[in-house]
């Protein structure tokens, strides 16, 4: 899959991200995925793909062909429902009325009741003066949009994740390398074009670039390391899709502890190093876990 | 002299790490693994088997006893284990899973069930095996394993592993295979209606069809091509990357997907 048909994915995904998605009756070909906001799989429906809801409950009457994940959210499998898939909640419930209805591995993570703590309370964090309760903040939701994201990667673009991945692993000093050395050149020549005037425009243009390519490598690499940390945790005896989650969580945690900046800026480089050694995750060899 | 008192350091060190280990055994890491047989009959004839397994195989055979007979061949860090699996008959379903203990390694199953019934496996880091003619829906969940399918069903085969191949022999009802690494080989005999999927991230895909068979191609590869070798009618040549068209008019619905390989459709 090349990029612009990540990008083409992601549009295409948008509308579901930010709109609703009306269950129909009949079969659905293809994963669901939806951003803040709940999924209801009628009883009459069937689905032939994964059903993923980030900040959302998922209810399964129905037929999912497929795993059932909700991140920050909580799942509910009807007596009457079959997932013939994983059914997996991270920072939420998992709800089986029948432990039967579910044919593959059943796996909650964290957070028993997250949904339950009052949104009021962490916006109050938010708005108190002293800065502890912000940066506590601000690093929660860090965590848990990168674990959403990496969940929504893995969905759309299962190998380009796995190919930044074993490229980390196969080297990841390498890789941290290339990360440092990509930002060390394009900072001097970003310095050195904008050392004239016209060369100004252009400087912006490639700070813009840069930018880009930092962001993207952030979580398309965030999501590999998640991965990497997520397998090499089961040994592989979850999804790809549980252990990267899983894996994200950890790796947030660790973030999460004070100190701990330098790590930061390590993980950064050696996941913006793997997106550029893989072009985007396109290139280069897959090494099975 | 510089050599000598590198051949002591060396060998100081060596003494200090065997000593280091004679310690660490004798305050019990035990890696060894223990292997007991597990054997049980249940009269079950209609309804679906549930068997979950970990770090070992899954074999389900058709026979032609109006029973199940389950085997398991465990493993466990204890000498004195006595492994003993959850076993549940319920609302028509049988199932048959591992008892959550930290000293139980894994399990491998061999199963052997009526005609007619419902199978659903899940394993990890095992290969699943299902073999035997006159099965009803089949469902196999497995990571780190391949999946061979050798026998016929009328229902949905439904099929996800992560990191290995998986290959049908025969099978009548619809499919929906999934693989993340690893190709998918199926021989799908004559197909004129129903739905197929065969998906995977990095390995061929190989379909075997009858020619009489007519079916709507959706198929898509990013770094490979696609062929077919079927002499009947083709709404549009067949070639490229990506493919939408009817074969013989159009009936079941085959969708056939990778990344980083070739797609192949042809004649068994």
Redesign the interface.
């Known amino acids: 899959?090349?990029l612009s048909?990540i990008f083409a994915a992601l549009l295409l995904v948008l509308p579901l991200l930010v709109g609703g998605l009306a269950g129909a009756a009949g079969?659905t070909?293809g994963d669901i995925v939806k951003f803040s906001g709940d999924i209801v799989i009628p009883a009459d429906q069937t689905v032939?793909g994964s059903v993923v809801a980030i900040s959302g409950n998922i209810e399964v009457l129905g037929t999912v062909?497929?795993n059932v994940v909700a991140v920050m959210g909580n799942v509910t499998i009807d007596d009457s429902a079959v997932v013939?898939?994983?059914a997996v909640a991270v920072l939420g419930n998992l709800k089986l009325q029948n432990?039967?209805s579910v044919?593959?591995?059943r796996v909650a993570v964290v957070g028993q009741g997250f949904r339950n703590i009052p949104v009021h309370n962490w916006s109050w964090r938010l708005h108190r003066p002293h800065l502890r309760g912000f940066h506590f903040g601000a690093k929660t939701f860090g965590l848990v949009f990168q674990v959403a994201m990496t969940a929504l990667l893995i969905a759309i673009a299962?190998?380009h994740v796995?190919r930044i991945k074993s490229s980390i692993s196969s080297n990841f000093v390498a890789a941290g390398a290339i990360g440092l050395g990509t930002i060390l050149a394009s900072s001097a020549l970003i310095f050195i074009t904008a050392l004239t005037i016209i060369g100004i425009p252009l400087a912006i243009l490639l700070a813009a670039l840069l930018g880009l390519v930092c962001l993207v490598g952030r979580y398309l690499g965030g999501a590999a390391i998640g991965l990497l940390i997520g397998q090499a945790v089961f040994?592989?005896?979850?999804?790809?899709m549980n252990a990267a989650i899983v894996g994200s969580l950890i790796a947030g945690a660790i973030l999460m502890v004070p100190f701990t900046g330098l790590l930061s800026a390590l993980f950064s480089l050696i996941a913006l190093g793997g997106v550029i050694v893989t072009r985007m995750g396109t290139k280069g060899e897959?090494v099975?876990? | 002299m510089r050599k000598v008192v590198g051949i002591v350091l060396i060998l100081a060190l060596a003494l200090l790490a065997s000593g280091c280990g004679v310690v660490v055994i004798d305050n019990g890491w035990n890696f060894r693994n223990y292997n007991g047989d597990w054997t049980n009959t249940y009269q079950f004839t209609t309804g679906r088997l549930t068997v979950a397994g970990a770090n070992g195989s899954i074999t389900i055979e058709v026979w032609d006893k109006d029973e199940v007979r389950a085997d398991a061949r465990w493993s466990a860090k204890t000498e004195s284990y006595d492994f003993q699996p959850v076993v549940e008959e319920k609302d028509g379903v049988l199932s048959l899973t591992l008892p959550k203990d930290r000293d139980l390694s894994g399990v491998s199953w061999v199963i052997k069930v009526p005609q007619g019934m419902d199978v659903v496996a899940r394993t990890s880091n095992g290969r699943v095996d299902i073999r035997g003619d006159g099965f009803g829906e089949v469902t196999v969940n497995t990571s780190n394993g391949r999946v061979n399918l050798d026998g016929s069903g009328s229902g949905l085969l439904y099929v996800n592993t992560s990191n290995g191949s998986i290959e049908i022999r025969s099978w009548a009802g619809e499919v929906d295979a999934s693989t993340s690494n690893g190709s998918i080989t199926a021989w799908l005999g004559e197909i004129t209606g129903g739905r197929y999927s065969l998906t995977t991230s990095n390995g061929a895909i190989r379909v075997y069809v009858e020619e009489a068979s007519a079916f709507d191609l959706s198929a898509s590869t990013s770094n490979g091509r696609i062929s077919a070798d079927l002499s009947g009618n083709w709404s549009r040549e067949v070639s490229g990357t990506n493919h939408d068209g009817l074969y013989n008019g159009g009936g079941a619905r085959l969708i056939l997907r990778t990344s980083n390989s070739n797609i192949w459709l042809s004649r068994p």
């Open positions: 899959m090349k048909k079969d070909n032939n062909n497929g013939r898939g994983d432990e039967g044919y593959g591995n299962p190998q796995v040994k592989g005896h979850q999804s790809q897959i099975n876990a």
